[in-house]
């Protein structure tokens, strides 16, 4: 059972940033893909940023696209969230969890695996608070 868990949350005014880390264990497989999510309160959970583990191509919302980086470590057991020019509207709990899908995925399918809904390890969240 993969175990995540986040750190680097806070509160910062608006044009600040922050680093999230997420750090996981217990890997028995490798994700294809592994992703940042954000729900704030009264809103549904969103997909903000996911990387494909095996080579580290990237995809991210519109809402973050230039602002958020998502990038993972060497030894690809950390996930990182860089977040620059930081919104007000970007307050929200920020996951990080792990994809279903095990092993490589063909090009032609990659977006769509990690776009999708079917992650099935998640960490406890990490707050994020961006004031005007």
């Known amino acids: 059972q993969v175990q995540l868990v986040e750190s680097g949350g806070g509160s910062v005014q608006a044009g600040g940033s922050l680093r999230l880390s997420c750090v996981a264990s217990g890997y028995t497989s490798r994700s294809a893909c592994m992703g940042w999510f954000r729900q704030a309160p009264g809103k549904e959970r969103e997909r903000v940023a996911a990387?494909?583990?095996?080579?580290?191509?990237?995809y991210y919302a519109d809402s973050v696209k230039g602002r958020f980086t998502i990038s993972q470590g060497l030894a690809d057991a950390t996930l990182y969230l860089q977040m620059n020019f930081l919104k007000p509207e970007d307050t929200a709990m920020y996951f990080c969890?792990?994809?279903?899908?095990?092993?490589?995925?063909?090009?032609?399918?990659?977006?769509?695996?990690?776009?999708?809904?079917?992650?099935?390890?998640w960490g406890p969240g990490t707050q994020v608070t961006v004031s005007s």
């Open positions: 990387i494909y583990t095996y080579n580290g191509d990237t």
């Open positions: 969890a792990t994809h279903s899908r095990v092993g490589h995925v063909p090009v032609r399918d990659r977006l769509a695996v990690c776009a999708s809904s079917e992650y099935a390890s």
